[in-house]
């Protein structure tokens, strides 16, 4: 079977407006780990802040990793790179970073707290309650 190749453009947008911040990405780069260059050369890598930027769009968007704009690089790049910063536990350390930034900056009311989550399962397709 032949391999199809992608041949989707660049959506036309005003730059930037979806983007993380200069300031924010200034804060919260040093968490990111470095990817080890390989010692077979290849591709460079996409830079961590596009990839970024891509992750936050698909969750943002609920689109599928594969149709992430080309921007952001590749959607199966992007995915990788989100299954690895979870493993590594980078998302739960930037929201940490973020609480206490905000916590210094407006302080957190920490004796007013809700959690609103779904723990029941729902019922069997034609099951009866």
């Not at 993380?20 to 200034?26: A, H, L, R, T, Y």
């Not at 990793?65 to 790179?81: C, D, F, I, V």
Request: glycine share 10%; aromatic share 10%; net charge positive.
């Amino acid at each position: 079977m032949p391999r199809r190749t992608e041949n989707r453009q660049p959506l036309p947008r005003k730059p930037g407006w979806r983007d993380v911040p200069d300031d924010f990405w200034e804060f919260i780069a040093p968490l990111i780990p470095d990817v080890p260059v390989s010692p077979k050369g290849g591709r460079p890598s996409t830079p961590h802040r596009t990839i970024l930027n891509g992750i936050l769009y698909v969750l943002r968007t609920g689109c599928q990793w594969k149709m992430m704009p080309r921007e952001y690089g590749s959607g199966t790049s992007a995915h990788a790179h989100f299954q690895g910063w979870v493993k590594k536990g980078v998302f739960g350390r930037v929201w940490k970073l973020c609480l206490k930034l905000y916590d210094d900056l407006k302080g957190i009311r920490w004796e007013w707290q809700a959690v609103d989550s779904a723990t029941v399962s729902a019922p069997v397709k034609g099951a009866t309650a």
